[in-house]
Nanobody
C-alpha cells in the first residue's frame, strides 16, 4: 500500500500547480484527502474526495482556488491549485482512509490510515 505525492515546486504568486497522488495498492473505493503543513504550523486539511468522486470538500482558505479530482482507472488523485498565495507554501500530503468518513470529519488527520511522503509547494516572487 503506497501513496506518492508529486508535482510540487516553486511558483510565483498567482501561479498554478497540479499536484498528483499515485495510490498504488490502495482501493479506488477509498476516500482520499490532501493535507498540508507549513513550517511551524499544524497539519491542516485542504481538500477531500469521496471514492466515487461525487463528494468533494475544501478548506475555506482554498475554496474557489483549488480543485480536487480522481481517476479511479489510473488510481490517481489530483489537486489543481490556482491563484496561489505565499500562505499556500507548505508540504502537501495525500492520505487515504479505509472506510467512508462522516463529512464533518474529513479534515481530521487521525481519520486517515495511509499517507504519502509529501511534496513541497513554495509560492514566492
Amino acid at each position: 500500500l503506497q501513496l506518492q505525492a508529486s508535482g510540487g515546486g516553486l511558483v510565483q504568486p498567482g501561479g498554478s500547480l497540479r499536484l498528483s497522488c499515485a495510490a498504488s495498492g490502495v482501493s479506488n473505493r477509498w476516500p482520499i484527502a490532501w493535507f498540508r503543513q507549513a513550517p511551524g504550523k499544524e497539519r491542516e486539511g485542504v481538500s477531500y474526495i469521496s471514492f466515487s468522486g461525487g463528494g468533494t470538500y475544501y478548506a475555506r482558505s482554498v475554496n474557489g482556488r483549488f480543485t480536487i479530482s480522481r481517476d479511479n482507472a489510473k488510481n490517481m488523485v489530483y489537486l489543481q491549485t490556482n491563484s496561489l498565495k505565499p500562505e499556500d507554501t507548505a508540504v502537501y500530503y495525500c492520505a487515504a482512509a479505509q472506510r467512508r468518513l462522516l463529512t464533518s470529519l474529513w479534515a481530521l488527520s487521525d481519520e486517515y490510515d495511509y499517507w504519502g511522503q509529501g511534496t513541497l509547494v513554495t509560492v514566492s516572487s
